[in-house]
């Protein structure tokens, strides 16, 4: 009978100290969100929350009444970690509540994993009562609950747009050289002497290159009215990249006004998404989390997340409803495209967004 108490004991010590290690110890750089009774610490992927629980009056000894208020604080916890997980932005326009009410399925789904949130610790207070704090990842099963199943695709209608403006810079040579041939093909020697073809080709070279110049900064300029940011602009590239294959990226969004979510997009100034449903595969978004998110930049590119060689990105401003999603300028959205064409990091959700 004594081993059996023994055991059982330490049953419960063992599954007490599992679920403690299994919160990731917090840093000064984790991006922590204070949502009612707890917080979402964006950084690790978890949601945390606390309940209080008293000693009913009618305990038979002390024992007893510890332990149902233990009980009654974990009952309260988890009532709590609904209330913030209702809350959790989805995108810009959604949170997580928006699901529930609408499909019984995940209403299901994401109360069956409240109720397995770990409790991680313990309080006991002068008064009798206690203090339960229990912990709820986000990657894996929630996510697998609140991801819809449209998301993730192999397609992405926006490289094919963007080589069409690199193109006609090598269009410009072929004007050039059109014209002198032809007339002399045609035998008018008298017509090309006086005319010189020498100093023909020179101008109709130089009378495409002006306007070409002034099409591209004039959409520029009429995108930088609405973009405050001073350090990003339209038309200057932000980027930090040591060169060579990117391992990850970093996007630098503070001072943006910009809220983390489960599935931010990072799009172009013409709202051209780069990153996020047009990417990334549904798995790889539900078992990494499409995006992590720091306070430091410098922390940021140096998480396992991003690897050894990352591009850091200043964002240019943040967009939609809830300004979840961030906007890059059109050089660094072009050079974002073509290291994502290069490597597969996008697909792999290495990315870590500062705010």
């Known amino acids: 009978m004594h081993n059996c108490f023994v055991f059982v004991f330490m049953s419960i010590f063992l599954l007490t100290q599992a679920a403690a290690s299994s919160a990731q110890p917090m840093s000064p750089s984790d991006a922590v969100e204070t949502v009612g009774q707890g917080m979402i610490n964006w950084t690790s992927g978890e949601v945390y929350a606390t309940g209080i629980g008293a000693p009913p009056p009618n305990a038979v000894n002390p024992a007893q009444a510890r332990a149902m208020a233990e009980r009654a604080a974990q009952v309260v916890a988890y009532r709590n970690l609904l209330e913030i997980v209702k809350g959790v932005r989805v995108d810009s326009e959604t949170v997580v509540e928006n699901f529930m009410t609408k499909s019984d399925v995940i209403r299901t789904k994401v109360d069956g994993i409240i109720k397995g949130a770990m409790p991680i610790k313990k309080q006991y207070l002068s008064d009798g009562s206690v203090e339960v704090t229990v912990v709820m990842r986000m990657k894996g099963d929630f996510l697998n609950a609140v991801v819809p199943e449209t998301f993730g695709s192999s397609m992405l209608p926006t490289p094919p747009v963007r080589p069409a403006t690199s193109f006609p810079l090598p269009a410009t040579p072929k004007q050039a050289p059109v014209p002198p041939p032809a007339p002399d093909k045609r035998q008018e020697p008298p017509r090309v002497e006086p005319t010189k073809p020498a100093p023909v080709p020179p101008h109709p070279e130089k009378k495409p290159e002006p306007p070409k110049m002034t099409t591209q900064p004039q959409p520029e300029k009429k995108i930088e009215p609405p973009q405050q940011p001073p350090v990003a602009t339209p038309d200057q590239s932000t980027a ?59 922390a940021a590119a140096n998480n396992f997340r991003v690897t050894d060689n990352p591009a850091v990105i200043r964002g240019l401003r943040a967009s939609g409803a809830a300004r979840t999603d961030i906007m890059l300028s059109q050089t660094d959205a072009q050079m974002l495209r073509d290291l994502g064409r290069k490597g597969d990091f996008l697909q792999y959700c290495r990315v870590i967004i500062v705010y």
Do not use: C, H, M, S
């Open 240 to 298: 930090q990249f040591k060169g060579g294959k990117a391992t990850g990226l970093v996007v630098d969004g503070r001072g943006l006004g910009l809220k983390p979510a489960l599935l931010p997009k990072i799009i172009d100034p013409q709202g051209q998404e780069i990153y996020v449903g047009q990417v990334v595969p549904r798995t790889n978004a539900v078992e990494q989390g499409v995006a992590g998110y720091a306070k430091d930049v410098n």
